[in-house]
């Protein structure tokens, strides 16, 4: 590329050497050791001046004649030519040139540029023409073209750059008003003004959204719709409101570990959990956990960093310097997580939650002031307690399992059971011990919460709830063929439900006559599995634990070798595929041999804190202890009662999010270095750490994801201001300064403008990482104002304009083509927010799914026409006019698009529903608001369209169009309600003075302007 | 291969001729010019066309590709790979030394061996065993090259089948038929390159098992539908008859045109040349899914009882009406064979659906001669276990060893490669990864597999990752 431009400065290692070695030698003679040949290492300077096996110096500085290197590349020999003949391309004579010149001159090496933190550069003089610059980054360019003998493009005039600059704030194009607009109070203003509406969030959080993978499903097999549009929501208000990008980085990789941390911030840390999640029947959780880490790293290097960090899972980079080990170094700060799930309530609601709380809080003030001994009293309670807790053994599994095979669950440190992966709403999981059991009286069921439950749990269903619908119990002796069951009789529990039908919520196909029901805790040893013990204690206190026991008929007595048996039966959900299944997803067990062993009914997260000694407790834990003493005192029944009705009010979240938590101190998740980067094969332990290459982890910093969070956005960063600097001018030029925007590592040349990318950054930095000042610092420049028109030499020499002499002009991306043909028509909705909406999608595509969707109910109303920003994205299902135009299906991260071009996307345009609804619209408006006659109405639709006024040629066109068509319908070859509205018989809601012919004529222009280049263009 | 520094260059060269003519006039008037200007436009699209015919590395063996892909994964011991032992071993458990390190995806490793539900005999010179469910198929022993020794590394449906369509269970990659188009591109302007056509339900892959990954948009898969417009927006809206959308796009022609005089953007006269591929699209894409004209005993060959009704049949035949009209690479996708109960009747209802249209497609093809140079695939994602699930009519997954089929495109006729163990429960000979075999479709179609790259991250990427050898035996 860079031939083309002109003389030949002084070889230089970055620019001419790094991209010839890399492309035709790292792979063998790199930084990883494991694929390295003849021990030749090329891209350390030291080492290729040693040489490798053959004992020559591969580099003689000063000596080309005799460095290896350049020996081998020229050899016409077979076996000692490089790189070897079979595997890649002789070096081209160029190229063997720069190598020689570079050795002559010493064979200097210098660190990638990347790798190099950006400095502010000193802007160059641009002579004459100085008086003009008013930007530094204008000089920058100036200077560059002035080398190239090349001059900028003029200036666009008012009404492109005013379709532009809307376009690239808001993603929206202007009305014929706002170009007025613009033409009246000049760029400035307007752009001040548009960085300031809603639209300009919604615009720019779709780029980050690409990066970030965002969908409304999970995607393989199940692809079950997950809700997480309050993480959407997050990134829409971090724009709007110019939320610093180091804080918009650290926010959404460590919110939650932020001091005080706002339900805000832990909406934030959804970005993470934007990966694919696998609930394929019979899968291994932990597999598909380690891709969703694979996929993280994947997400925070293209998006974040500009590596990429993916090409060290296996092994160390072929290419960058990340070696295998620093990859888990990376992997260990974010490996120590549970996959959360959490309720987001209205900023009403959570009015509403702290009412809740301060009425409780004083209803508990005033037991206290009640009973001035209660401290007194409460500890006499415990001791009480205490004394009814009995010893429980815990349960050993030796096999874990489940009836259908659909459940691997497994037995964590702390002795319970999890089960993840696959929500399974039939069937039973069984665990199997060969502990010797003998005088054991009966046994202990807890179900407990756990980080990685749908709201911490215990259960799986939507809430997080559960029901045993059995549990069973059996034995099978030595050389025994069956299991022998036991009964189990005697149930106790903390808490059950009273008995009742199942709720209409969990219907089954299975059972159709609603035969199910569900309460004490009786009914999970009652042998019928129609009824289920379930204690779910209503909304904000339904997610703690649970404890039963149940006894033996008789003390157990049985041979060495017995095996002992537990089913836990489930079912009592709804249908399958969904969330109304009643598993159990954390559980322990426990054997006694106390005499006639019971619970007392005691809430078990009481109980549970009670094991705790005093001064260790929580908060949390003295406020469960606490409010189990209150629940005691029969004395106390108003208010008790009261604050029971007060929990009655609990407000039922909206929504929830899907988002990191830090796993609790007791149960750390180490990280291992995977061999291969195999989920399966651990080797060494690998603790927190970042590549040796990239800027040093501040001494004083956690080794915490937090830490990781803020090393990212340290100044000291080589990467992370440049690439989002990048990632603007890519969505405003259509390329990056630097093209490959999600590989910035050894393999991507030096940018033409690096002192451009530099310049940003370093700038983007001292202004506190505003993104609404970076966006304004590009658009302010004139090389953003040129005209697209390109100059016939200029188009010969740098047909994609690497060199800036004109302005930008591509296609527009998938949502603002869908965007613009709504803003056009007068259609789109400006509602800001929400739950996605699902968009007309043929049934052909609707039926062709592994689940079928049956909750995509096409919006009507305004729904229908809100912003593709809120269009449901179903991974396996991209939608068709998304996709149609590029758009990504969010499988992994998405640093840049292809922008395609075919027939495909013409038909979309031209038929699919909504942008036929469009120009409908768009014909009704131009009869409304265009004037009394077709030529005025010609114009006002293209000012509509493309924001100038239309040329008579044009106008020429539309004419005949328009007189044709007119002469068509007045013969009757054409239905003109049918075109107006799509149907036959339907009138459209026509202004007066117009009649359903004047309204069919014109939906057929307005089709035609809706797909005309320039509606589809930038330019 | 790197197609982007040639399309740059022709571009280059045609928008100096194109300034050429505009700036310098060269006394023509601006209408005579925007003529000449859209007339080049169409004349130029070979050239820019990223679906442009290209050679491979080497002379090609197939120059077509029809995949029949069978999801769920279909039991090979009860269609392909006969096996006594298993059957005299029914109810027995497997040998424990079978089962270090094994994992299958539902059961316990250790399940009671399951013997066949089905009978195998001999069939043709070659004498190659085939099921009693697969008696059409059975009858072309003599054309096929039937693969014993598959292996893949999933053993779950959804990275299992990106596996098969990708090369890699992590999704994100282009799929084979996305790698063929860019390998190739397309002969046929007026339809898509790459064509997918569906029976029976949704795979678990979705739609990544067709996709283009992080090849342009253009090399992915193009859904024919089976109900409704069998390419999405393909009718005009409700009223517009097709004088009027002729009329329309003349007019947006025209509109371009003035638009491409005024800003001189190369893509203008691409988007023109794509809305008149749309139109043409219109009518091409129905004609070729009207089964009307086939003839009634070509129905019958495929067992297409109503031509209307969209199956694995008819699927087939259209494969045939697309691969004749110059389409690259057309995948059948039919999700039916998770057998994990019910294995008797549902293995056999998935035959009946399939065998006998599998079969007509290979014969048809040969009676065509389209066959030598038409590569047809036929197989799942992976196999099923030897051990029961369930009852005693289950099988779980299995990814040790598998069988698929091939035909045509200059594989071996009449063909045995590899050998699963007594048990058809690993490879005994000659194992076959799935790497390997996109290896072998890339030799055949004309590409060193090592060499067919696409750069992506600084790095480049190809179908095989790093690893597949091409299958010598394989080939004719």
């Known amino acids: 590329m860079l031939g083309l431009f002109g003389a030949e400065p002084a070889v230089s290692f970055n620019r001419d050497i790094r991209p010839i070695l890399s492309d035709n030698c790292f792979a063998c003679h790199g930084a990883d050791a494991g694929s390295r040949k003849a021990g030749l290492r090329l891209d350390d300077r030291a080492a290729a001046l040693v040489g490798g096996k053959s004992g020559e110096p591969a580099i003689v500085p000063g000596q080309p004649a005799k460095s290896e290197l350049l020996q081998r590349v020229r050899s016409p020999h077979e076996d000692e030519a490089m790189p070897p003949p079979d595997k890649k391309p002789r070096l081209k004579p160029a190229e063997i040139a720069k190598l020689e010149r570079w050795i002559a001159n010493g064979a200097a090496y210098e660190s990638h540029w990347s790798f190099i933190a950006p400095t502010a550069a000193t802007f160059p003089a641009i002579g004459n023409q100085k008086s003009k610059i008013e930007n530094p980054i204008d000089a920058f360019v100036a200077a560059r073209l002035r080398r190239e003998k090349f001059s900028p493009a003029p200036a666009a005039d008012a009404a492109t750059l005013a379709r532009r600059l809307h376009l690239d704030v808001t993603g929206l194009p202007p009305t014929p008003a706002e170009v007025a607009a613009f033409s009246h109070d000049g760029f400035s203003a307007t752009l001040d003004r548009l960085l300031a509406r809603p639209a300009y969030g919604e615009k720019w959080a779709r780029h980050w959204l690409d990066a970030a993978r965002y969908a409304d499903s999970n995607g393989y097999e199940k692809d079950l719709p997950r809700e997480q549009w309050a993480w959407r929501d997050w990134v829409i208000d971090a724009f709007n409101r110019d939320l610093p990008y180091d804080k918009f980085i650290v926010e959404q990789i460590a919110g939650d570990l932020l001091p005080d941390a706002t339900p805000e911030q832990i909406i934030a840390t959804g970005f993470l959990r934007n990966s694919m999640i696998n609930e394929e029947g019979a899968i291994v959780p932990e597999q598909f956990r380690k891709e969703e880490m694979f996929d993280r790293m994947d997400c925070v290097g293209k998006a974040v960093l500009g590596l990429t960090l993916q090409c060290a899972q296996c092994h160390t980079h072929k290419f960058d310097p990340i070696s295998h080990d620093e990859y888990f170094g990376l992997f260990a700060f974010l490996n120590n997580t549970y996959e959360a799930q959490s309720w987001v309530h209205t900023s009403d609601q959570r009015k509403q939650i702290a009412d809740l709380d301060r009425v409780i809080a004083e209803l508990e003030a005033r037991l206290r002031n009640e009973r001035p001994n209660w401290e007194k009293e409460l500890a006499a309670w415990e001791e009480g307690v205490r004394a009814q807790l009995i010893p429980w053994t815990p349960f050993v599994a030796t096999e874990l399992g489940s009836d259908s095979g659909l459940n691997h669950p497994t037995q964590e440190a702390d002795g319970s059971i ?40 215990p259960g799986r269903s939507r809430y997080g709830t559960w029901a045993v619908s059995e549990l069973k119990f059996s034995v099978k002796v030595p050389g025994g063929k069956e299991w022998q069951p036991l009964r189990l009789q005697n149930a106790t ?64 007595e049985y041979p060495v070798g017995t095996k002992f048996r537990v089913d836990i039966v489930t079912d009592h959900g709804g249908s399958s595929s969904d969330r109304s299944n009643s598993m159990v997803g954390c559980l322990r067990l426990g054997f006694t041999t106390e005499k006639d062993p019971r619970v007392p009914p005691v809430d078990h997260t009481a109980v549970l804190a009670l094991t705790v000694p005093p001064a260790q407790r929580t908060e949390a834990q003295r406020r469960a202890i606490f409010t189990a003493w209150r629940q005691s005192l029969s004395e106390a029944k108003e208010i008790n009662g009261a604050i029971a009705a007060a929990w009655e009010k609990y407000p039922p979240g909206p929504t929830s999010v899907l988002h990191l938590a830090e796993r609790s101190t007791a149960d750390t998740r180490p990280t291992h270095l995977l061999d291969r980067g195999a989920w399966d094969r651990p080797k060494h332990a690998v603790a927190p750490g970042v590549p040796a290459a990239l800027h040093p982890f501040p001494a004083d910093a956690p080794r915490s994801r937090l830490g990781f969070a803020r090393w990212l956005v340290d100044p000291h960063s080589p990467l992370t201001a440049r690439v989002a600097v990048n990632r603007v001018w890519q969505a405003v030029f259509g390329t990056g300064l630097v093209e490959t925007a999600e590989d910035f590592g050894t393999r991507a ?127 396996s299902m991209p939608d068709p006019v998304m996709s149609v135009f590029d758009a990504p299906n969010a499988d992994t991260a998405c640093a840049r698009r292809p922008r395609s071009n075919t027939p495909l ?115 | ?152 590394d999933a053993v779950n449906h959804a990275p299992g089948q990106i596996m098969m369509s990708t090369g890699s269970q992590q999704f994100g990659r282009p799929s084979l038929g996305a790698w063929t188009l860019y390998g190739l591109g397309s002969e046929n302007e007026e339809l898509p390159g790459y064509v997918v056509l569906t029976s029976a339900k949704g795979t678990s892959g979705g739609a990544s098992n067709y996709g283009c990954g992080f090849l342009p948009t253009v090399y992915g898969g193009v859904p024919f539908r089976s109900a409704g417009d069998p390419i999405l927006y393909l009718s005009n809206p409700p009223g517009f008859d097709v004088a009027t959308q002729r009329a329309s796009l003349d007019a947006l022609r025209e509109l371009n045109t003035s638009s491409l005089a005024a800003a001189g953007d190369p893509a203008i ?183 067919l790259t696409y750069r992506y991250q600084g790095r480049d990427f190809r179908l095989t990752d790093v690893h597949g050898e091409v299958v010598r035996d394989l080939i004719a």
């Open chain 1, 418 to 457: 999890l089960t993840l992966g696959h929500p399974t709403t039939r069937g039973a999981i069984y665990a199997i011990t060969e502990q010797l059991l003998n005088g054991v009286t009966g046994l202990r069921f807890e179900a407990l919460t756990h980080g990685d439950l749908t709201f911490r749990g």
């Open chain 1, 493 to 556: 529990a903390d808490f059950s439900e009273p008995a009742d039908k199942l709720e209409e919520e969990w219907k089954a196909d299975f059972d159709k006559e609603g035969k199910r029901t569900r309460g004490p805790v009786a009914f999970m040893v009652d042998g019928d599995k129609l009824t289920g013990w379930r204690a779910d204690r209503g909304p904000g206190r339904r997610n703690q634990p649970s404890v039963a026991a149940v006894q033996f008929e008789c003390p157990i």
């Open chain 1, 749 to 875: 040349p030096i940018p033409e403008y690096l002192d451009v990318l530099d310049a940003l950054a370093v700038d983007f930095m001292a202004h506190g990482w505003s993104q609404k000042h970076l966006l304004k610092t590009i658009l302010s420049t004139a090389t953003y104002r040129q005209s697209s028109v390109a100059s016939p030499a200029f188009l010969e020499r740098d047909p994609n304009n690497r060199l800036l002499a004109r302005g930008p002009r591509f296609r527009l991306e998938a949502e603002v083509v869908r965007d613009t043909a709504l803003g056009i028509a007068g259609l789109l909705s400006s509602k800001v927010g929400g739950p996605s909406i699902f968009p007309p999608v043929p049934q052909s595509v609707i039926d062709y799914n592994y689940v079928k969707p049956t909750y995509w109910i096409p919006a009507q109303g305004a729904d229908r026409y809100r912003r593709a920003l809120y269009v449901f994205r179903k991974r």
């Open chain 1, 905 to 1019: 996307a013409a038909l979309t345009s031209l038929n699919e529903p909504v942008f036929v609804e469009a120009a409908q619209a768009l014909a009704l408006r131009v009869l409304r608001e265009g004037g009394r006659t077709d030529a005025e109405r010609a114009d006002y639709a293209y000012r509509l369209c493309t924001a100038r006024p239309i040329r008579d040629n044009e106008r020429a066109t539309l004419t005949a169009l328009l007189r044709d068509t007119r002469q068509r319908l007045a013969e009757g070859w054409l239905n003109p309600r049918e075109i107006a509205t799509g149907a036959p018989a339907k009138l459209p809601e026509l202004p007066p003075d117009t009649t359903p012919q004047d309204a069919a004529a014109w939906t057929i222009i307005a089709r035609v302007l809706l797909n005309l280049d320039e509606t589809l263009t930038k330019s």
């Open chain 2, 1 to 152: 291969m790197t197609l982007s520094n040639d399309l740059h260059a022709e571009r280059a060269r045609l928008l100096s001729r194109r300034w050429f003519l505009r700036d310098c006039g060269v006394g023509l008037a601006g209408v005579a010019l925007t003529q000449m200007l859209a007339r080049e436009a169409r004349a130029a699209a070979p050239a820019t066309n990223p679906l442009a015919p290209r050679t491979p590395h080497f002379a090609p063996k197939a120059k077509r590709v029809i995949y029949l892909f069978q999801a769920g994964a279909p039991s090979h011991l009860e269609l392909f790979d006969p096996k006594p032992e298993l059957t005299k071993r029914d109810g027995q458990l497997p040998p424990a030394e079978l089962l270090k390190d094994y994992r299958a995806a539902f059961i316990k490793p250790n399940s009671a061996l399951l013997g066949a539900k089905y009978k195998f005999a001999p069939h043709g010179q070659s004498g190659i065993e085939f099921s009693e469910l697969l008696p059409h198929t059975a009858k072309l022993a003599d054309d096929l090259c039937v693969i014993r020794s598959m292996q893949t």
């Open chain 2, 269 to 451: 006269a691409a988007r023109i040349q794509s809305y008149e591929m749309a139109y043409r699209l219109q009518t091409s894409a129905p004609e070729l899914m009207d089964l009307g004209a086939e003839p009634p005993a070509v129905l019958e060959l495929y067992g297409i009882k109503d031509a209307k009704e969209s199956t694995f049949a008819r699927n087939c035949l259209l494969a045939r009406r697309l691969i004749e009209r110059g389409v690259r690479c057309v995948q059948l996708f039919h999700e039916a064979w998770d057998q994990h109960g019910n294995l008797t009747k549902d293995v056999k209802k998935n035959c009946v659906d399939t065998d006998q249209a599998s079969a007509a497609l290979v014969a048809d093809l040969k009676e065509r001669g389209l066959l030598d140079d038409t590569l047809v695939i036929w197989g799942g994602e992976f196999g099923r276990t030897p051990m029961v699930q369930g009852g005693n009519d289950g099988r779980d997954h299995h990814n040790r060893a598998f069988t698929i089929w091939l035909a045509g495109g200059g594989v071996k006729r009449g063909h045995i490669h590899g050998e699963s163990d007594d048990l058809g429960f690993n490879v005994a000979r000659d194992p076959v990864h799935v790497h390997d075999l996109h290896a072998t479709i890339l030799h055949l179609l004309g590409f060193d597999h090592t060499k």
